[in-house]
């Protein structure tokens, strides 16, 4: 079985304790395509010393970052390109589209078959941006985000809505793959004992992710729900503001304030004990919370900016407008106040998760594969001239 080289540029993540969307997304693509028989994997990663190794089935190149971020934009960009050259790989598949690692996969898109995946949307996110993070989302993330997706001729997204606004921007042929969840794994957990939950928040504490939203909708619930508890997990820069908040709406016996849940049988376990799961975000190319929520079957209400292709506005979970607290609240009080309603739901939801599972979600990347392979080999022979031929040009 000829094993099809895939040259992998992206953030190198195994290592880390604190996981993101993104970062949990990259680590299990890692994880579910070095498993596979049918695929040799290289990770070219930026880091801060140049390093060859090999964790598991994974081949790691690590290229030196000579100087901290952004200033070396470059430099990164030429030795990421030519690591992808001294590799020679079947294909390159770059994951996020508003760093260097797409610059370089846009700047080889005529040498090798290229894939980007994206997992966020700068062009839309940026307006939540502050800081040292807005200065360099509006100089390089945003020109590079909008550069690269006009020029990487294939391009993954995980919602359809996603879709219908790329389309908007790019003349790239475009694939949906949601994103993946352990599913059997998640099945072993069980709730934790003795927790009273109701509402569970589980993300980063940033504006963009609104958990004020949900705690300015509290108030409202506790008309009908008044030994409501809300437990809210994550950390970032809105921490310090939502404990404001909290105080100020006289809350604080009813949020509880969970810090970065690390441990996955202590964050499944309060999946499994809460009643609903809450995802207020301002904008989101589906929350990763919605996915793990259903997988422990519950429902999720989630904001129409949260793009969350999993909810059936209904059928697994609530949609409601973003920043309308009062149509978020109805919404919980409904899911709290309605047993049936809430076990059919979460019901629903645990068999729709299934089809979410990380082992079919890399078999569809896999198929992507070879037909992007495929097309830009039967593009090269239309042009004239061969494959390996293209490839001794630099």
């Given at each position: 079985?000829?094993?099809?080289?895939?040259?992998?540029?992206?953030?190198?993540?195994?290592?880390?304790?604190?996981?993101?969307?993104?970062?949990?997304?990259?680590?299990?693509?890692?994880?579910?395509?070095?498993?596979?028989?049918?695929?040799?994997?290289?990770?070219?990663?930026?880091?801060?010393?140049?390093?060859?190794?090999?964790?598991?089935?994974?081949?790691?190149?690590?290229?030196?970052?000579?100087?901290?971020?952004?200033?070396?934009?470059?430099?990164?960009?030429?030795?990421?390109?030519?690591?992808?050259?001294?590799?020679?790989?079947?294909?390159?598949?770059?994951?996020?589209?508003?760093?260097?690692?797409?610059?370089?996969?846009?700047?080889?898109?005529?040498?090798?078959?290229?894939?980007?995946?994206?997992?966020?949307?700068?062009?839309?996110?940026?307006?939540?941006?502050?800081?040292?993070?807005?200065?360099?989302?509006?100089?390089?993330?945003?020109?590079?985000?909008?550069?690269?997706?006009?020029?990487?001729?294939?391009?993954?997204?995980?919602?359809?809505?996603?879709?219908?606004?790329?389309?908007?921007?790019?003349?790239?042929?475009?694939?949906?793959?949601?994103?993946?969840?352990?599913?059997?794994?998640?099945?072993?957990?069980?709730?934790?004992?003795?927790?009273?939950?109701?509402?569970?928040?589980?993300?980063?504490?940033?504006?963009?992710?609104?958990?004020?939203?949900?705690?300015?909708?509290?108030?409202?619930?506790?008309?009908?729900v008044p030994d409501l508890t809300v437990y809210i997990a994550?950390?970032?820069?809105?921490?310090?503001?939502?404990?404001g908040l909290v105080k100020e709406l006289n809350l604080e016996?009813?949020?509880?304030?969970?810090?970065?849940?690390?441990?996955?049988?202590?964050?499944?376990?309060?999946?499994?004990?809460?009643?609903?799961?809450?995802?207020?975000?301002?904008?989101?190319?589906?929350?990763?919370?919605?996915?793990?929520?259903?997988?422990?079957?519950?429902?999720?209400?989630?904001?129409?900016?949260?793009?969350?292709?999993?909810?059936?506005?209904?059928?697994?979970?609530?949609?409601?407008?973003?920043?309308?607290?009062?149509?978020?609240?109805?919404?919980?009080?409904?899911?709290?106040?309605?047993?049936?309603?809430?076990?059919?739901?979460?019901?629903?939801?645990?068999?729709?998760?299934?089809?979410?599972?990380?082992?079919?979600?890399?078999?569809?990347?896999?198929?992507?594969?070879?037909?992007?392979?495929?097309?830009?080999?039967?593009?090269?022979?239309?042009?004239?001239?061969?494959?390996?031929?293209?490839?001794?040009?630099?």
């Amino acid at each position: 079985m000829k094993r099809i080289k895939v040259a992998m540029l992206a953030s190198y993540v195994t290592h880390y304790t604190k996981t993101s969307g993104s970062v949990m997304h990259i680590k299990k693509t890692i994880k579910y395509l070095a498993d596979r028989d049918d695929i040799e994997l290289h990770l070219i990663t930026i880091g801060n010393k140049r390093r060859e190794f090999k964790e598991g089935n994974v081949n790691v190149h690590m290229i030196r970052r000579p100087l901290p971020y952004p200033f070396p934009i470059m430099s990164s960009v030429w030795s990421l390109k030519h690591k992808v050259i001294e590799i020679n790989p079947d294909i390159v598949h770059v994951i996020g589209s508003g760093d260097v690692y797409s610059t370089a996969a846009a700047f080889l898109r005529n040498r090798y078959p290229t894939l980007l995946t994206v997992m966020g949307l700068v062009l839309k996110e940026i307006k939540f941006y502050e800081g040292i993070d807005l200065i360099f989302g509006a100089l390089l993330q945003k020109p590079n985000e909008k550069y690269v997706l006009s020029k990487i001729p294939n391009i993954i997204i995980i919602t359809p809505a996603i879709k219908n606004l790329i389309s908007k921007w790019t003349k790239s042929k475009i694939y949906i793959i949601q994103d993946g969840i352990e599913f059997e794994k998640i099945q072993r957990f069980q709730p934790r004992n003795g927790e009273k939950l109701d509402v569970l928040f589980m993300s980063h504490l940033s504006k963009l992710k609104g958990a004020d939203i949900l705690i300015k909708a509290l108030p409202m619930v506790l008309n009908s729900v008044p030994d409501l508890t809300v437990y809210i997990a994550g950390t970032g820069p809105q921490e310090d503001e939502l404990k404001g908040l909290v105080k100020e709406l006289n809350l604080e016996a009813h949020v509880k304030f969970l810090g970065f849940v690390s441990d996955e049988k202590e964050k499944y376990g309060y999946y499994k004990a809460c009643k609903v799961v809450v995802a207020p975000s301002r904008w989101d190319c589906q929350p990763y919370a919605v996915t793990e929520g259903a997988a422990c079957g519950k429902p999720t209400i989630a904001s129409d900016k949260s793009n969350s292709a999993l909810l059936n506005d209904g059928k697994i979970g609530f949609i409601f407008q973003s920043e309308n607290t009062e149509s978020l609240a109805n919404k919980i009080i409904k899911l709290l106040k309605d047993d049936k309603l809430r076990e059919e739901m979460g019901k629903a939801a645990l068999e729709k998760a299934r089809e979410y599972d990380w082992s079919k979600v890399v078999d569809r990347k896999v198929e992507i594969y070879k037909e992007v392979i495929a097309d830009f080999c039967e593009g090269k022979r239309g042009k004239g001239g061969t494959l390996k031929e293209r490839r001794r040009k630099v």
